[in-house]
């Protein structure tokens, strides 16, 4: 079983349009529902690859109990906190004649300090027999800078590897708890350093500075640049598989899902990162964030290059 831990969840609207005309009508030629957020994202993977994940963090509304129903028909079992606050909702925007994908983004609402309290029981509960969790996202305004910490600790005591996604105040507090693998992307681990990463040498100084500080590895994606992995002693630079991606959002959560998925098969972290890269390709050629299969992935990881980098 593979914890997935999020508190903010989205319903996810994806528009689909021959031309983007500001100030006017605009007719969308197809549009898609799904349920979304970086955990449930990496929770959706996680189920294509076969594994066991349990998603939880906060449901609210009318939208929190649309997210049930979508997850639980993609057989994905659910152990979320119902909450007041509604479930926030994300819209992707995609205009075919200019290439371009908008997303529209709404911020998750706050919660209380009671439904922290009861999301960490249910983390409590859930740890158990966990073989890791999954720590994504953003933690809304007013909610505890120590939830992934906390997460983190609870995950060691129970032999999980613990995974964060996530940057700043939440990303430096869990660093103390030496979490097995932390993912921001490059601008997040610029904001968490607190300094500007202008080349792939200072990328490797700043990745090296996390696990001074604590982190047992670091993976920074790029989009379509790049990724750089460090297990402490190693570095290797991850090259994607060139694809005509159609939706790319959700693609660093399939990467981070991928990863785990095959570092709990005993790969090496470069090894690991090659299926990484594989699902977060797989992910960028579905409209829906978060959903791949697994056909693609075990066609595209073929085509991931994986080369050593010194030090």
Same mark, same amino acid.
């Given at each position: 079983?593979?914890?997935?831990?999020?508190?903010?969840?989205?319903?996810?609207?994806?528009?689909v349009?021959?031309?983007?005309?500001?100030?006017?009508?605009?007719?969308?030629? &197809? &549009?898609?529902? /799904?349920?979304?957020?970086?955990?449930?994202?990496?929770?959706?993977?996680?189920?294509?690859?076969?594994?066991?994940?349990?998603?939880?963090?906060?449901?609210?509304?009318?939208?929190?109990?649309?997210?049930?129903?979508?997850?639980?028909?993609?057989?994905?079992?659910?152990?979320?906190?119902?909450?007041?606050?509604?479930?926030r909702?994300?819209?992707?925007?995609?205009?075919?004649?200019?290439?371009?994908?908008?997303?529209?983004?709404?911020?998750?609402?706050?919660?209380?300090?009671?439904?922290?309290?009861?999301?960490?029981?249910?983390?409590?509960?859930?740890?158990?027999?966990?073989?890791?969790?999954?720590?994504?996202?953003?933690?809304?305004?007013?909610?505890?800078?120590?939830?992934?910490?906390?997460?983190?600790?609870?995950?060691?005591?129970?032999?999980?590897?613990?995974?964060?996604?996530?940057?700043?105040?939440?990303?430096?507090?869990?660093?103390?708890?030496?979490?097995?693998?932390?993912?921001?992307?490059?601008?997040?681990?610029a904001?968490?350093?607190g300094?500007?990463?202008?080349?792939?040498?200072?990328?490797?100084?700043?990745?090296?500075?996390?696990?001074?500080?604590?982190?047992?590895?670091?993976?920074?994606?790029?989009?379509?640049?790049?990724?750089?992995?460090?297990?402490?002693?190693?570095?290797?630079?991850?090259?994607?598989?060139?694809?005509?991606?159609?939706?790319?959002?959700?693609? /660093?959560d399939?990467?981070?899902?991928?990863?785990?998925w095959?570092?709990?098969?005993?790969?090496?972290?470069?090894?690991?990162?090659?299926?990484?890269?594989?699902?977060?390709?797989?992910?960028?050629? &579905?409209?829906?964030?978060?959903?791949?299969?697994?056909?693609?992935?075990?066609?595209?990881?073929?085509?991931?290059?994986?080369?050593?980098?010194?030090?």
């Open positions: 079983m593979i914890l997935c831990i999020g508190t903010t969840p989205a319903t996810q609207r994806v528009m349009f021959r031309q983007l005309t500001l100030d006017a009508v605009n007719r969308a030629v &197809t &549009t898609v529902d /799904g349920a979304a957020g970086k955990s449930v994202n990496v929770a959706k993977v996680l189920k294509a690859l076969g594994e066991h994940p349990v998603a939880t963090g906060f449901l609210g509304g009318d939208r929190g109990e649309e997210i049930r129903t979508l997850m639980a028909a993609q057989g994905i079992e659910l152990d979320f906190v119902p909450v007041a606050s509604r479930t909702q994300c819209i992707t925007v995609f205009d075919w004649s200019a290439g371009t994908h908008t997303e529209l983004v709404e911020e998750g609402r706050p919660v209380t300090a009671a439904d922290y309290e009861q999301l960490m029981e249910v983390i409590r509960r859930r740890v158990k027999g966990c073989r890791a969790v999954v720590m994504s996202g953003t933690i809304p305004s007013g909610g505890p800078a120590d939830l992934y910490l906390r997460g983190t600790q609870l995950a060691h005591e129970s032999g999980a590897i613990s995974v964060l996604d996530a940057q700043g105040a939440a990303l430096v507090q869990s660093l103390g708890a030496k979490p097995g693998l932390v993912k921001p992307n490059r601008p997040e681990l904001a968490t350093v300094r500007e990463l202008k080349d792939e040498k200072e990328l490797m100084s700043a990745m090296r500075e996390l696990c001074e500080r604590g982190a047992q590895r670091v993976v920074i994606t790029a989009g379509k640049e790049p990724a750089l992995a460090f297990d402490g002693r190693s570095f290797w630079r991850v090259h994607a598989p060139r694809i005509e991606a159609l939706n790319p959002i959700g693609s /660093g399939a990467f981070t899902a991928g990863l785990l095959r570092l709990l098969r005993g790969d090496d972290l470069g090894e690991a990162c090659r299926w990484g890269s594989a699902s977060g390709a797989a992910n960028a050629l &579905t409209i829906m964030a978060g959903e791949v299969h697994l056909n693609d992935v075990e066609r595209l990881v073929r085509e991931v290059s994986v080369e050593p980098v010194k030090c």
